[in-house]
């Protein structure tokens, strides 16, 4: 294989990897949002009001530990070569 086709292999990878974390982190936004507003299960008797603090601290501990393994992917994204020729062609 060569050095080309291997550097665009692991583009492609950090590409699909970074994807599917802002996949994810558009989920937990969703979760989030519908957890948040929805007056039914904050104010109902059926529900445990604890249970739903202890589900909305998880979204939000969830989000963050994507937000930083996105941040870490986009670095090592970053420092590859195949990023670098990106950046050259670009300017």
């Known amino acids: 294989m060569s050095e080309q086709s291997e550097k665009r292999i692991k583009a ?3 590409t699909a990897v970074m994807q ?11 979760k989030e ?3 948040v507003n929805n007056p039914t299960y904050i104010t109902s008797k059926d529900f445990d009001h604890a ?5 909305l601290k998880n979204i939000i501990m969830k989000k963050v530990e994507v937000r930083e393994a996105l941040k870490d992917v986009k ?16 300017s």
């Open 20 to 30: 599917k974390l802002n996949g994810e982190l558009a989920e937990l936004e969703a």
């Open 12 to 14: 492609a990878l950090y």
């Open 33 to 35: 949002i519908l957890l």
């Open 51 to 55: 249970d739903h603090i202890e589900e």
């Open 75 to 90: 670095s090592l994204f970053s420092q590859s070569p195949e990023a670098d020729g990106k950046k050259k062609k670009n």
